[in-house]
């Protein structure tokens, strides 16, 4: 994946992201409310030298006070000191366990001793750690060596007393929901990626380029519910359907620079993938621009191009290589004069028999010499082996996968088995493309028009009417 896939992963999956990281701060901040207060209180004391009338006599009780700053810190939260608090406040805890609430802290270069007591209640930390700084005090006075005169040669004073705290240290809601967002932010964009790299089904045009090195001659644009992309082409001339599928005609044109392409053959991996759909788009499209094309429906299993155009089913590519009917009799126009529509007929007990006989190659050689452009629609490769035996009679194939739906592997083994038919392979068509760009240069219309027929010329534009 490249750089730009990734962001391209994380834009496509942004809800699912703004989900989770929502979902893992609302986590943190139930988790947080589950979570008991827990106050903090602190009593500064100082270790003075009980003596110091002189210069000489004040550095050197500083110093020697400094060396024990280290030691008093252990004393304050040893049982020397919390025995005497635990008896004097009358709490049910061992000094072990008061110890693991007491931090003391010695900043640099003082003789200062900073008791920090921590619990579910403000008033009793700050009780706590005032009655640690005064039995401190008295511990210190019995473990100082004593002088002749003054006593004790150090001595312990509060400098500032323990106060009741308003407001708890933990738990801290505010930063707990910024790590729980973070973390579901972290794992959205985990699972974007994750979901993209193990993605089993196309998603783009770089999906294809991945995996073969057939050309995509275009993405077609989906229509909406309750619509079928040939009647978007016609409801619309100039909206993003119509657009997109110029865009298959116009590739079609480019891998066709020398001229000798006529017959196309349409096919899919499996079915639902829009083939018939965009065949007869692309034979709209094709027909608009005033070549002479013919549509054939083979696909003699499950035809749908007949459904598609509201135009006779019953006589097709079946009756006419029965030879109840011929080839001129059989084939209906619509859309535009230039386009020819020959759908599949009736369903034969035997399909394969007729598409490798001698009289479809007949059928083709003469749709040939009538008409600029034939297009011929078939059944999925993966589903029966008819395109296999189509691909010989047509001059150019072209594969229609539909924008998450096909499976890459299915792709790659239909391209294999065309490849091996030896029939060129002139590009792959992502169908069914989600487009939320909109331009003034699309209009997607407001109405969809019945199916209808040409029939005699108008004296006025030379056109024929439309009959319904």
Avoid: C
């Avoid at 096919?267 to 993938?273: C, F, G, L, P, Q």
């Amino acid at each position: 994946m490249s750089l730009n896939d990734y962001f391209s992963a994380l834009r496509k999956q942004w809800f699912a992201i703004a989900v989770l990281v929502l979902l893992g701060a609302a986590i943190a901040y139930g988790y947080a409310q589950t979570q008991p207060n827990v106050y903090r209180a602190q009593a500064s004391v100082v270790v003075l030298p009980t003596r110091g009338d002189s210069t000489a006599e004040l550095v050197q009780g500083s110093s020697y006070v400094q060396s024990l700053v280290s030691t008093y810190a252990l004393v304050a939260t040893s049982p020397v000191v919390l025995e005497p608090v635990i008896d004097s406040l009358g709490l049910t805890i061992t000094p072990r366990a008061l110890a693991a609430q007491v931090v003391v802290e010695t900043p640099l270069d003082s003789a200062v001793l900073n008791i920090s007591v921590s619990g579910g209640s403000s008033t009793g930390t700050a009780a706590i750690a005032n009655a640690i700084a005064e039995e401190l005090s008295d511990a210190v006075e019995g473990l100082s060596p004593q002088t002749t005169t003054s006593g004790p040669a150090v001595r312990i004073e509060t400098i500032s007393p323990a106060t009741e705290s308003r407001d708890p240290i933990a738990p801290n809601t505010r930063l707990l929901i910024v790590v729980g967002g973070l973390i579901g932010l972290v794992i959205g964009m985990v699972y974007a990626w994750l979901r993209r790299l193990l993605a089993t089904r196309l998603q783009s045009r770089e999906d294809i380029a991945a995996l073969t090195e057939t050309p995509v001659l275009g993405e077609v644009t989906g229509v909406g519910h309750g619509a079928t992309l040939p009647d978007a082409v016609r409801r619309a001339e100039t909206g993003l359907a119509a657009e997109s599928i110029r865009g298959v005609a116009a590739g079609l044109r480019f891998a066709n620079v020398d001229g000798d392409t006529s017959v196309i053959l349409v096919t899919s991996a499996t079915s639902n993938e829009g083939k018939s759909s965009v065949a007869l788009s692309t034979a709209l499209i094709l027909a608009e621009q005033g070549q002479r094309v013919l549509l054939i429906d083979a696909d003699l299993r499950r035809g749908s191009i007949a459904k598609m155009t509201g135009l006779e089913g019953g006589v097709g590519v079946t009756t006419i290589l029965v030879g109840d009917i011929g080839f001129a009799d059989a084939i209906q126009h619509w859309g535009t004069r230039n386009l020819s529509v020959l759908p599949s007929g009736t369903i034969p007990p035997n399909p394969g028999q007729l598409l490798t006989s001698d009289h479809l190659r007949d059928l083709v050689g003469d749709a040939r010499k009538r008409f600029d452009v034939v297009v011929i629609d078939s059944p999925p490769v993966l589903a029966v082996s008819d395109p296999l035996w189509l691909a010989p009679v047509v001059d150019g194939i072209l594969v229609v996968a539909r924008y998450r739906f096909t499976k890459r592997h299915a792709l790659r083994r239909t391209l294999d088995e065309l490849e091996s038919t030896r029939t060129r392979i002139l590009g792959v068509v992502l169908n069914a493309v989600k487009r939320v760009d909109s331009s003034p240069y699309h209009d997607n219309g407001s109405s969809i028009p019945q199916p209808w027929r040409w029939r005699k010329s108008d004296r006025r534009g030379g056109r024929s009417k439309p009959r319904p």
